[in-house]
């Protein structure tokens, strides 16, 4: 079994950052449908991404829904330098605060997972 974390650092305020989230999603969604294990990390401007995407009033909520079981959740620190922390609350997502408020990677690593990042 593949064992992957994608990391999603971008914002969707430009079009290319928007295809950036969308294309991790998929990737996501590929993975998920191929029975191997995947999680979803928010980390960086990607915050800003989970809070709009995992609002149930967004358009593009569609595509994360599918996917929102594998989201192991948003930066914690990320979320507050962002502005985000709150609504991110409000809305449930899961902080991550493994490494000085931050999502570990190493630690992912060490379980064997791979990295992608977008």
């Known amino acids: 079994m593949i064992k992957v974390a994608i990391i999603v650092l971008s914002e969707m305020e430009e079009h290319q950052d928007l ?8 990737t996501a969604r590929e993975f998920k449908e191929a029975g191997d294990e995947v999680q979803i990390i928010f980390d960086g ?3 800003v991404a989970a809070v ?5 009033e967004d358009r ?7 996917v929102e079981d594998k989201v192991a959740g948003i930066c914690r ?19 991550l605060l493994e490494y000085h408020q931050h999502p570990s990677i190493r630690s992912r690593v060490a379980e064997g997972y791979q990295i992608i990042t977008f």
């Not at 295809?19 to 998929?26: E, F, W």
């Not at 709009?52 to 149930?56: D, E, G, I, K, S």
């Not at 620190?77 to 902080?95: D, I, N």
């Open 19 to 26: 295809g950036r989230v969308v294309n991790a999603l998929q």
């Open 45 to 47: 401007g990607g915050t």
């Open 52 to 56: 709009t995407l995992a609002n149930p």
């Open 60 to 66: 593009r909520h569609q595509l994360y829904a599918q």
């Open 77 to 95: 620190y990320c979320a507050r330098a962002f502005h985000v922390y709150e609504k991110a609350e409000e809305l449930g997502l899961p902080f």
